[in-house]
């Protein structure tokens, strides 16, 4: 159809909004728009407060209003008490911009009752670039913000759900942690009231024989004092590095031998066992080395004593090896099978599934201990 | 020959300060005090003249310990040193102390720190090896065992 030789005057459309009305019949744009399911409004920028000049039968039916009623006024009046002012003001930025601009506003109909409003505005300029109007479609998009409000309202509902989940057991852990640090504090305090009572006691005896056992029970203790010491030191409470607690353990012991000939040898390889193990593993090494100390060394013709005691820790291929060695006397002299630390030595090692060994090492003697030691994996322990 | 500590103890376990005091009177100091309560602890400290001070984190009134510290480090005239359980609860900065000693100690642990404590005191810093069990502040560690 050639509508170009109908075509009437370019502001016919607004003389009027009647579909009926002569003027503006005979242009199918303007038709189409008058008809439209689309609620539409074109506004005056040139005319003080920008009204409204044409508004569709759709916008009415949104809106609610007559067409008297709209004509010659400013939009704002679809606003209401809960409109977004954001929203507002991101209109009237573009359109002091002269810019285009799309946004979802709650707007109130007549009857008070409100929608959700996906509005497009976007102005239009004639040949030389001046702005004669401004365009704006309504699309009433209530249900789709229904929607995603109770899509929001879900996602709220489930974080809320898993940030009070999560600070129950957060809550949960710092109860087990302080619990875990209170016990740990306690039994450190009571182990450090065995020693200071063993020692107490030791000064009034005069025996020498209860004195000495009474040093080794001691020493037995502090070596439990130390696993206890350095246990918790790590972040990870199920694991311990045995390697740490060898180096205290021989420093400590050799330092209170007071015997300064006597060197040591320390090959350790950071080696963590679980925590289990911890204390067997301690008490054992501390048999043999006090052992070593108080028989493998002869005083020499001058009163003092020298020789080495060497400790090596390796873990090949599954296994954790331990070997404490001396330089004197040799096992032949040095007999204590039957005493009661051996029996400890051999006992421990029954429950660590050790082999022990002793060995002349000629000079001396070499105790090689190897145990099964799988790689710890993190909550394995029960 | 080094001229022996005045040692106060903070300690709220009577069995541990006793032994503390036997330990530390047979290593050649003197024990100028024995406190139980931060309040306890912080008269003493204005009435003895304590070189160095023993302070348990835990005492009578709650964890009180560095609080003591701090009031000891204000008044410039003795230095501390914590012997706790729980050296987690210790500050970072340590509240001005030297270093603390972990419980438990062995009583050659505490003999080698009393000695090791002695040359940081008297004639700093200490040339004996620093214990096992012993741990300074940074601050300490940068002047007593500064990194090669």
């Known amino acids: 159809m050639d509508w170009k030789r109908t075509r009437e005057p370019a502001d016919a459309w607004h003389m009027t909004d009647d579909l009926h009305v002569e003027h503006g019949k005979g242009d199918p744009f303007a038709a189409a728009i008058r008809a439209t399911r689309m609620s539409m409004i074109i506004t005056d920028p040139r005319r003080p407060d920008n009204p409204i000049v044409f508004a569709n039968d759709a916008f009415l039916r949104l809106t609610g209003y007559g067409r008297d009623e709209v004509i010659g006024k400013n939009c704002r009046f679809l606003q209401g008490p809960k409109t977004d002012k954001a929203a507002i003001a991101e209109i009237r930025a573009a359109i002091e911009d002269k810019a285009d601009v799309s946004v979802d506003i709650l707007n109130y109909r007549k009857d008070g009752s409100t929608f959700w409003n996906a509005l497009y505005i976007s102005p239009v300029s004639n040949d030389k670039g001046e702005l004669q109007f401004f365009f704006a479609s309504q699309l009433d998009v209530s249900d789709r913000k229904r929607s995603e409000h109770r899509i929001t309202a879900d996602k709220d509902r489930f974080e809320k759900a898993v940030k009070e989940r999560t600070a129950e057991l957060e809550a949960a852990l710092e109860a087990q942690t302080t619990l875990l640090h209170e016990v740990d504090h306690r039994v450190k305090n009571n182990l450090q009231m065995i020693s200071s009572l063993i020692i107490m006691q030791s000064r009034t005896i005069k025996d020498e024989a209860t004195k000495r056992s009474l040093k080794t029970m001691l020493e037995r203790i502090e070596a439990l004092s130390t696993v206890h010491r350095r246990l918790y030191q790590s972040k990870d409470v199920s694991r311990f590095d045995v390697s740490d607690f060898a180096k205290d353990l021989v420093t400590d012991l050799l330092t209170a031998s007071g015997r300064s000939g006597i060197k040591s040898k320390l090959e350790l390889e950071p080696i963590v066992i679980s925590a289990e193990k911890a204390t067997p593993v301690a008490l054992m090494v501390n048999e043999l080395v006090t052992n070593a100390l108080k028989h493998a060394f002869k005083e020499g013709p001058d009163g003092t004593t020298a020789g080495r005691i060497g400790i090596k820790m390796s873990q090949p291929d599954g296994h954790f090896n331990i070997e404490v060695s001396d330089d004197g006397v040799g096992m032949a002299a040095a007999n204590g099978d039957a005493s009661f630390g051996m029996r400890l030595i051999k006992s421990l090692a029954r429950q660590l599934h050790a082999n022990i060994e002793w060995r002349d090492a000629g000079p001396g003697t070499k105790v090689v201990i190897s145990m099964p030691n799988e790689p710890q994996q993190k909550g394995t322990l029960s | ?148």
């Open chain 2, 1 to 148: 020959m080094i001229e022996p500590l005045k040692v106060l103890i903070v300690e709220d376990e009577a069995l541990l300060a006793m032994e503390l005091e036997s330990l530390v009177e047979e290593a050649g100091h003197s024990v100028v005090g024995w406190a139980t309560s931060s309040a306890e602890a912080k008269s003493m400290v204005d009435s003895t003249d304590a070189d160095i001070a023993f302070v348990d984190i835990h005492l009578t009134d709650g964890p009180t310990g560095v609080d003591v510290a701090h009031y000891i480090g204000e008044r410039k005239r003795s230095m501390v040193v914590f012997m706790t359980a729980n050296p987690k609860r210790i500050p970072d900065h340590f509240a001005g102390a030297i270093g603390v000693i972990a419980k438990p100690y062995t009583m050659n642990g505490l003999t080698s720190a009393l000695r090791y404590l002695q040359e940081g005191v008297r004639r700093p810093p200490p040339v004996s090896q620093r214990p096992a069990g012993f741990t300074l502040s940074p601050a300490f560690e940068a002047v007593w065992a500064p990194a090669a």
